[in-house]
């Protein structure tokens, strides 16, 4: 049984809690929030043995032999690096951080530590992006897109701090799946965009972004909180080879794929087993648990898990592509060895 504890007890943290009751051999142990009431109400209904207002506790648990931190993104890096010093796996939601300072700190301390390290890009487990990447393995153009309905000004992911803004927090989704749809590094980033709809709030909440892989492949993104696409949904890519084409849409509520030169015309929830039909779990969150146990008890890193570099590569773009709008400069982008 891998004991699990919980750093951050709010929506994606309870996701989290939820979901370890689908994974067998995983178990929650811990639940600490800032908020007594949170880690408490976390204990009791997903059925930990304590809760504490003290994250660090965890670390000095011994029968916690994983952390997951949901915390907002201004304290993953004091957070990732204590779990890293204590030897303790992790892991951390995303954005892994959100500056370049954070970044390197981060990945410096999980690499000298050498635990493992997962972030939450829990897309890449989702068997409708397998289904993109079984048709289309080499993709030559990737068009992607996550658009929020709009955020309230006072939102916590609009803070300049604790959030970075939509481009920065959902953004790095985006961009880490289309690197993951390519599996090939991005080179250059073109962007424009900007404050379209937070005038009081000095963040960048829209870019359209290009992107030019290593292997010449290119990317088309468009991010931000402009309101919600009635038709394709918040979130949807395509891949084309020159010979196929794969189309998935409203992948967070109703995922649809058709296909365009390939052996089938489509794919939807009714084609996945019976045991992940129609749950949200089919979009990954159990088996990032399941790999996150598996890293934890085997000593090898899953495939398929965003990795400490994806999770620094994803800020990465965002991060370019923000200095992209602001320089009017397209932005090379340090390759990752
Ligand atoms: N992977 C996904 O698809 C996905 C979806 C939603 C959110 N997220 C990410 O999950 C993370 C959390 O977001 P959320 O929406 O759950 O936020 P939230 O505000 O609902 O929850 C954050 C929790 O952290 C607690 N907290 C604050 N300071 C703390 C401290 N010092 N110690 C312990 N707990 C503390 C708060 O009290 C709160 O309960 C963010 O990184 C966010 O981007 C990821």
Redesign the pocket.
């Known amino acids: 049984m891998v004991e699990l504890g919980l ?7 309870r996701t989290h809690a939820q979901y370890m009751a689908d994974v067998p051999g995983v178990r929650l142990r811990a639940c ?4 007594d009431s ?1 880690a408490q109400k976390a204990r009791d209904e997903f059925g930990a043995e304590y809760a504490t207002t003290d ?1 660090t506790k965890l670390l000095s648990d011994d029968a916690i032999q994983g952390v997951i931190v ?4 201004h ?2 890096r004091p957070m990732v690096v204590a779990a890293a010093e204590a030897g303790k796996p992790v892991l951390v ?3 892994l951080a959100l500056t370049e300072d954070d970044l390197v700190a981060m990945e410096r301390a999980v690499a000298q530590a050498g635990i493992p390290c997962i972030v ?1 890009y ?1 897309a890449r487990f989702s068997p409708f992006i397998d289904k993109l990447k079984e048709v289309v393995p080499r993709p030559l153009v990737t068009m992607g897109q996550l658009i929020d309905p709009h955020w309230g000004e006072g939102h ?2 609009n803070d300049p701090i604790e959030g970075g803004g939509n481009v920065l ?1 959902q953004g790095c ?1 985006l961009f880490d799946l289309m690197y993951w749809l390519n599996e090939s590094e991005p080179v250059v980033v073109y962007a424009e965009g900007g404050n379209f709809t937070h005038p009081n709030t000095p963040i960048t909440d829209s870019v359209c972004v290009t992107l030019r892989y290593a292997n010449g492949s290119v990317g088309s993104a468009v991010v931000g909180d402009f309101g919600t696409p009635a038709l394709l949904g918040k979130a949807a890519y395509q891949v084309f080879d020159g010979k196929r084409t794969a189309t998935l849409w409203g992948y967070y509520f109703s995922p649809e794929i058709r296909l365009w030169g390939a052996d089938t015309s489509g794919f939807t929830m009714d084609d996945l087993p019976e045991p992940v039909r129609n749950v949200p779990g089919a979009h990954g969150y159990t088996q990032e648990l399941e790999a996150f146990a598996e890293w934890i008890t085997t000593g090898e890193q899953p495939r398929r898990a965003a990795t400490v570099r994806d999770g620094v590569r994803a800020t990465r773009i965002a991060l370019a592509a923000i200095r992209a709008i602001e320089t009017r400069e397209p932005q090379s982008l340090p390759q990752i060895g």
Do not use: N, R, V, Y
């Open positions: 750093i951050g007890c709010g929506g994606m943290g600490a929030d800032i908020s949170a994250w949901a915390t907002h993104h304290l993953h939601e995303k954005p939450g829990q916590w992911a927090s989704h």
